[in-house]
C-alpha cells in the first residue's frame, strides 16, 4: 500500500467511529452535497431534439408550402404535408428515446444499501449514502460507493464488472472496494471515501452518458443529399417562380388579375418534387421493421439504423467473461503427479465440493465427484484468498484418514517434499495453457495445529493436479465461425489473465501464439493501430485501453463492433459504430449498447448480420427511385425556368406518380429478403443510377412538353402527356430495380400499371387530380416518348450493372 493510501485510510478510521456516524454527521454531509446521488443531466434537451429535427431550412420550406396551399384552398394539392410531418415525429421519437435510455443510465443495480449508523444496522437507499458512512457487507450485497475496509472476515469481492478480471479478489482491513462490485462471500465493514460522481463506477460511465447516435452509411448518404437540395432549393424556386408569373403575362399582370396563384401552385410542385419526402420515411420504416423482427429473436435494437450497422462490420471485438464464456468455473481434469494416491482421493475430493464453504472453484468439483456423505471430518479449515488453501482432517481408521489440502500448488508445497517439484513442474506447464489449477495434497497427521490461525501440517505429498476453465458459451464457436467466413476479423479483449483469454480462444477456435498483455501496450495511437493489426488476443486490458483499442481500430477504416457484459466495457462499446451487450450486463453497459442480447445467446449475430444486409440492399434500391425522382425534378425546374415555361405537373399529381411509382412499390421492396453482401459506396452507387435516370426522364418530359406546344395543346392535356409520359419511364425504373423478379415483385409491378391505367381512365381520379382523354395523336407522341425512355433506362441499368461488376463505376 503506498503512503498516501495508508494516510486516507487513517484518517477514516480517525474520523469514524465504530458506531458509524450520527444523524447530526449524516445531516451535515447531506448539507455539504457529499451524498451518493449521481447528476441526472441530460445530454441534449427535448428542446434541442426538437428544433434539430422540426426548425430546419428543409421543413420549413415544405411546411411554408403545405400552408400557401391550404390559405389559397388547394387543399387537393396539399397531400404532401402529412408525410412531411411523419418524417419530422419519427425524427423526434428516435433520438427521444436515445436520450431517455441514456439518462436513466446506472450502474447500480441494487437499489439499496446496509450501512452502521449511530450503532444501529439500517438499509437506505442507495443515493442516500454519505461521505465517511460505514457500510455492512455481506454475501450478495452490491457495493454502494468506494470505500476502505474497516475489518473483514473472509470478504471476496466480484470485480469482474469493472475489471473484466472473473477472479474474486480478497479484501483486508485497509484495502479498498469499489462501487458496483459484488461481495461473493464473508463479510466485512468499509468506510465510504468517495461518493456520487467521484465514485470509480460514476467516473467509467460518466463519458458514456454523453449523447450520440450510431453512425449509419445510409443515414450519413440520405442527409448529404438532403443537404445539398436544401443549399440548391431558394435559387431553383426564384427561378421556377419568375417562370411561372411570366408564364402568367409577367409579374405585374398576374399580381393585378390574381393569376399569381396558379404560379404559386406551380411553383410549390416543383420545390416540391425536388425533396425525397418519402425516402427518409421509408428508411426509418425499414429500419423499424429490422428491428420488430429482431425482436421476436429477442435481441433489441436500440436505436433503429444499429440494425444496418452490424452488416457493415468488418472487425468485432469480443469480451471474454459473460461473451465467450458463461462467466462459471467448471471442473477440467484428473491429473496424475506420479504417485499412488492414498485411498478415499475421489471420496475426499466429493467433500470439498459439497462443503458448504466451499469457494466458486471447489464446488465446481460437485458434480464430477458426488459426496455420498460417510465422510465425518475431526476439523476443518474454509477457504481463504490470503491463504490460497483449504484443508480437512479425518480420524484414523476411517477411509480417508489424514489431513487432505485442496489449494494453489505454490502455497501447499514444499519443493523439497518427494514428489512435489515434478507437481509444481507440471502445474506451471499447466498454468501456461491458461487453466486455473489446484493441487490435491495428503499429509499423514489426524490433529489439526493452530485452528485459530491455521499453518500447513508438515511435508504435505501430491496426490494429483485439478485443473479448471472457465465454462465457454455452447454456441461461441460456431458463431464465431461464421463471422471468420464473413471476413469479419476478431479481437478478444479481457481484464483477466492472457494466458486464460489465450486459453478460451483456442477453445472457441480462434487461433493464437498467445495472449498480449496489455499492460505493454504502447500508448502511441499509430502503434497501438499496428499491434491491433497483428495480435488477435488481449489480456490484463483496461476499461480506457479497451476505449482506445476501439479508436486504433477505427483510424485504420475498420468498422468495429464490441461486445461486453461488464461496466468496465461501457466506454468501449460507446466508442464502437456498434455496441452489443449480452443479457447478465450491467444496466450501464446495457444502456450505452446498440444491440442488446436477451437471452444471451449469441448465435443471434449471424441474424442481425442478415437483417443489416437485407435492410442496406433494400434501402439502396429504393434510394434509387427516390433519388430518380429529386434528380428529373431539379432538372425539371431548372430547364422550364430558363425557358419561362409553366411547370408541366400540379402538386397533387406529383402525389399520385409518387405513389404509383415510389411510395407503394417502394414500401414492398423495402421489407423484402435480400441476402446480398454488404459493399461500402451507397451513395455513390444510388447517385450513379439515379443521375443518368434523372436526366433521361427529364428530357422525354421536355419533349412531350416542346410536343404539346407546337400543336397547340391545352394546359390539361399537356400536364397529362407529362404524368403519362414521367409514369411510363420511372415505372420501368421500378422494374429494372426489381430484378430479379419473382412473383409477387410482378405482381405489385402488374399493379401498378394497373392503377396507372385506372388513374387516368376513370371519372372520379380524373377529376380529382385534373387529368384529361388525350388526343389519338397526343396520346401516340406520349406513349413513343414514354417507351423510348424506358428502353433508355433498360441499357442505363445494364450498363450500371456492368460497371459494378467490373469496377469501373465508383462504389
Known amino acids: 500500500?503506498?503512503?498516501?493510501?495508508?494516510?486516507?485510510?487513517?484518517?477514516?478510521?480517525?474520523?469514524?467511529?465504530?458506531?458509524?456516524?450520527?444523524?447530526?454527521?449524516?445531516?451535515?454531509?447531506?448539507?455539504?452535497?457529499?451524498?451518493?446521488?449521481?447528476?441526472?443531466?441530460?445530454?441534449?434537451?427535448?428542446?434541442?431534439?426538437?428544433?434539430?429535427?422540426?426548425?430546419?431550412?428543409?421543413?420549413?420550406?415544405?411546411?411554408?408550402?403545405?400552408?400557401?396551399?391550404?390559405?389559397?384552398?388547394?387543399?387537393?394539392?396539399?397531400?404532401?404535408?402529412?408525410?412531411?410531418?411523419?418524417?419530422?415525429?419519427?425524427?423526434?421519437?428516435?433520438?427521444?428515446?436515445?436520450?431517455?435510455?441514456?439518462?436513466?443510465?446506472?450502474?447500480?443495480?441494487?437499489?439499496?444499501?446496509?450501512?452502521?449508523?449511530?450503532?444501529?444496522?439500517?438499509?437506505?437507499?442507495?443515493?442516500?449514502?454519505?461521505?465517511?458512512?460505514?457500510?455492512?457487507?455481506?454475501?450478495?450485497?452490491?457495493?454502494?460507493?468506494?470505500?476502505?475496509?474497516?475489518?473483514?472476515?473472509?470478504?471476496?469481492?466480484?470485480?469482474?464488472?469493472?475489471?473484466?478480471?472473473?477472479?474474486?479478489?480478497?479484501?483486508?482491513?485497509?484495502?479498498?472496494?469499489?462501487?458496483?462490485?459484488?461481495?461473493?462471500?464473508?463479510?466485512?465493514?468499509?468506510?465510504?471515501?468517495?461518493?456520487?460522481?467521484?465514485?470509480?463506477?460514476?467516473?467509467?460511465?460518466?463519458?458514456?452518458?454523453?449523447?450520440?447516435?450510431?453512425?449509419?452509411?445510409?443515414?450519413?448518404?440520405?442527409?448529404?443529399?438532403?443537404?445539398?437540395?436544401?443549399?440548391?432549393?431558394?435559387?431553383?424556386?426564384?427561378?421556377?417562380?419568375?417562370?411561372?408569373?411570366?408564364?402568367?403575362?409577367?409579374?405585374?399582370?398576374?399580381?393585378?388579375?390574381?393569376?399569381?396563384?396558379?404560379?404559386?401552385?406551380?411553383?410549390?410542385?416543383?420545390?416540391?418534387?425536388?425533396?425525397?419526402?418519402?425516402?427518409?420515411?421509408?428508411?426509418?420504416?425499414?429500419?423499424?421493421?429490422?428491428?420488430?423482427?429482431?425482436?421476436?429473436?429477442?435481441?433489441?435494437?436500440?436505436?433503429?439504423?444499429?440494425?444496418?450497422?452490424?452488416?457493415?462490420?468488418?472487425?468485432?471485438?469480443?469480451?471474454?467473461?459473460?461473451?465467450?464464456?458463461?462467466?462459471?468455473?467448471?471442473?477440467?481434469?484428473?491429473?496424475?503427479?506420479?504417485?499412488?494416491?492414498?485411498?478415499?482421493?475421489?471420496?475426499?475430493?466429493?467433500?470439498?465440493?459439497?462443503?458448504?464453504?466451499?469457494?466458486?472453484?471447489?464446488?465446481?468439483?460437485?458434480?464430477?465427484?458426488?459426496?455420498?456423505?460417510?465422510?465425518?471430518?475431526?476439523?476443518?479449515?474454509?477457504?481463504?484468498?490470503?491463504?490460497?488453501?483449504?484443508?480437512?482432517?479425518?480420524?484414523?481408521?476411517?477411509?480417508?484418514?489424514?489431513?487432505?489440502?485442496?489449494?494453489?500448488?505454490?502455497?501447499?508445497?514444499?519443493?523439497?517434499?518427494?514428489?512435489?517439484?515434478?507437481?509444481?513442474?507440471?502445474?506451471?506447464?499447466?498454468?501456461?495453457?491458461?487453466?486455473?489449477?489446484?493441487?490435491?495434497?495428503?499429509?499423514?497427521?489426524?490433529?489439526?495445529?493452530?485452528?485459530?490461525?491455521?499453518?500447513?501440517?508438515?511435508?504435505?505429498?501430491?496426490?494429483?493436479?485439478?485443473?479448471?476453465?472457465?465454462?465457454?458459451r455452447p454456441d461461441a464457436a460456431q458463431t464465431l465461425s461464421y463471422f471468420k467466413d464473413q471476413d469479419v476479423g476478431l479481437r478478444i479483449i479481457s481484464g483477466d489473465d492472457p494466458r486464460t483469454v489465450a486459453a478460451v480462444a483456442r477453445e472457441v477456435g480462434v487461433p493464437t501464439n498467445g495472449g498480449y498483455d496489455a499492460r505493454q501496450l504502447p500508448t502511441d495511437p499509430g502503434e497501438l493501430a499496428e499491434v491491433m493489426e497483428q495480435h488477435t488476443v488481449f489480456g490484463r486490458v483496461t476499461p480506457a485501453q479497451k476505449k482506445d483499442m476501439v479508436r486504433a481500430l477505427q483510424a485504420r477504416g475498420h468498422v468495429v463492433a464490441m461486445t461486453g457484459d461488464g461496466v468496465n466495457d461501457a466506454l468501449a462499446l460507446k466508442e464502437a459504430d456498434i455496441g452489443i451487450a449480452m443479457d447478465s450486463a450491467a444496466a450501464a453497459t446495457k444502456a450505452v449498447s446498440r444491440l442488446v442480447l436477451l437471452d444471451g445467446r449469441f448465435d443471434r449475430l449471424p441474424g442481425v448480420v442478415a437483417e443489416g444486409r437485407q435492410v442496406i440492399a433494400n434501402i439502396e434500391r429504393v434510394s434509387m427511385l427516390f433519388l430518380t425522382k429529386t434528380a428529373y425534378a431539379v432538372i425539371l425546374s431548372i430547364t422550364f425556368g430558363a425557358l419561362l415555361w409553366e411547370f408541366p405537373f400540379l402538386p397533387r399529381q406529383f402525389s399520385a406518380t409518387d405513389g404509383i411509382t415510389i411510395g407503394i412499390p417502394a414500401f414492398f421492396l423495402a421489407l423484402m429478403p435480400n441476402a446480398r453482401r454488404y459493399e461500402p459506396g451507397f451513395l455513390k452507387r444510388s447517385l450513379s443510377f439515379a443521375v443518368p435516370a434523372g436526366l433521361i426522364t427529364a428530357l422525354a418530359v421536355l419533349a412531350i412538353n416542346t410536343y404539346s406546344r407546337q400543336t397547340g395543346s391545352d394546359t390539361p392535356a399537356a400536364r397529362t402527356g407529362s404524368v403519362l409520359v414521367l409514369t411510363l419511364i420511372t415505372l420501368w425504373v421500378l422494374v429494372v430495380l426489381s430484378r430479379p423478379l419473382n412473383s409477387w415483385r410482378l405482381v405489385i409491378i402488374g399493379a401498378m400499371y394497373a392503377g396507372l391505367i385506372l388513374l387516368l381512365t376513370l371519372p372520379l381520379p380524373q377529376d380529382f387530380f385534373g387529368f384529361v382523354m388525350l388526343g389519338e395523336h397526343h396520346l401516340t407522341a406520349s406513349l413513343v416518348a414514354g417507351l423510348l425512355g424506358a428502353l433508355a433506362i433498360e441499357f442505363l441499368f445494364r450498363f450500371h450493372r456492368r460497371g459494378l461488376r467490373t469496377g469501373s463505376t465508383p462504389a
Open 1 to 472: 500500500m503506498t503512503g498516501e493510501k495508508k494516510t486516507a485510510v487513517l484518517q477514516v478510521q480517525t474520523a469514524v467511529p465504530i458506531l458509524g456516524l450520527s444523524a447530526g454527521d449524516v445531516a451535515a454531509r447531506v448539507k455539504a452535497g457529499s451524498t451518493n446521488l449521481v447528476p441526472d443531466f441530460s445530454s441534449r434537451s427535448l428542446w434541442d431534439i426538437f428544433r434539430a429535427n422540426v426548425l430546419t431550412l428543409f421543413n420549413g420550406i415544405v411546411a411554408g408550402s403545405f400552408l400557401l396551399l391550404l390559405l389559397l384552398g388547394q387543399w387537393r394539392d396539399a397531400l404532401f404535408g402529412f408525410a412531411a410531418v411523419s418524417n419530422a415525429l419519427i425524427g423526434v421519437v428516435q433520438e427521444y428515446r436515445a436520450k431517455k435510455s441514456l439518462d436513466r443510465l446506472a450502474v447500480l443495480n441494487s437499489p439499496r444499501a446496509r450501512v452502521l449508523r449511530g450503532g444501529v444496522v439500517q438499509d437506505i437507499d442507495v443515493e442516500d449514502v454519505v461521505q465517511d458512512d460505514v457500510l455492512v457487507l455481506r454475501a450478495g450485497d452490491q457495493v454502494a460507493a468506494d470505500a476502505v475496509v474497516l475489518d473483514a472476515e473472509g470478504l471476496e469481492i466480484d470485480e469482474s464488472l469493472l475489471t473484466g478480471e472473473s477472479d474474486p479478489v480478497g479484501k483486508g482491513a485497509g484495502t479498498e472496494v469499489l462501487s458496483g462490485s459484488s461481495v461473493v462471500s464473508g463479510q466485512g465493514r468499509a468506510a465510504v471515501i468517495r461518493v456520487g460522481a467521484e465514485s470509480f463506477a460514476s467516473r467509467l460511465t460518466v463519458e458514456a452518458k454523453r449523447f450520440s447516435l450510431v453512425h449509419s452509411e445510409i443515414r450519413a448518404g440520405l442527409n448529404r443529399v438532403l443537404r445539398w437540395i436544401t443549399v440548391g432549393l431558394l435559387p431553383i424556386m426564384a427561378i421556377v417562380i419568375n417562370a411561372q408569373m411570366q408564364g402568367q403575362g409577367g409579374w405585374q399582370n398576374a399580381i393585378t388579375t390574381g393569376n399569381w396563384r396558379v404560379g404559386a401552385v406551380g411553383a410549390v410542385a416543383s420545390v416540391i418534387a425536388m425533396i425525397p419526402l418519402g425516402l427518409v420515411l421509408m428508411t426509418s420504416v425499414a429500419f423499424a421493421v429490422g428491428a420488430v423482427r429482431l425482436a421476436r429473436q429477442k435481441v433489441l435494437i436500440q436505436e433503429l439504423a444499429a440494425v444496418e450497422g452490424l452488416a457493415r462490420v468488418d472487425v468485432l471485438c469480443l469480451d471474454k467473461t459473460g461473451t465467450l464464456t458463461v462467466g462459471k468455473i467448471i471442473f477440467d481434469a484428473f491429473h496424475n503427479v506420479g504417485t499412488v494416491p492414498p485411498a478415499g482421493w475421489n471420496q475426499v475430493l466429493g467433500w470439498f465440493g459439497a462443503d458448504p464453504n466451499a469457494n466458486a472453484t471447489a464446488r465446481c468439483l460437485a458434480d464430477a465427484f458426488p459426496h455420498s456423505g460417510s465422510l465425518r471430518p475431526l476439523s476443518s479449515v474454509p477457504f481463504s484468498s490470503a491463504r490460497k488453501w483449504s484443508a480437512v482432517t479425518f480420524a484414523t481408521g476411517t477411509l480417508a484418514e489424514g489431513t487432505w489440502l485442496l489449494g494453489a500448488p505454490e502455497m501447499v508445497l514444499d519443493p523439497e517434499t518427494a514428489g512435489a517439484g515434478h507437481a509444481l513442474d507440471l502445474a506451471a506447464t499447466l498454468a501456461t495453457t491458461g487453466l486455473r489449477t489446484l493441487v490435491l495434497a495428503h499429509a499423514p497427521a489426524t490433529t489439526w495445529a493452530g485452528s485459530e490461525d491455521p499453518v500447513l501440517p508438515a511435508a504435505p505429498v501430491p496426490t494429483a493436479l485439478l485443473t479448471f476453465r472457465e465454462k465457454v
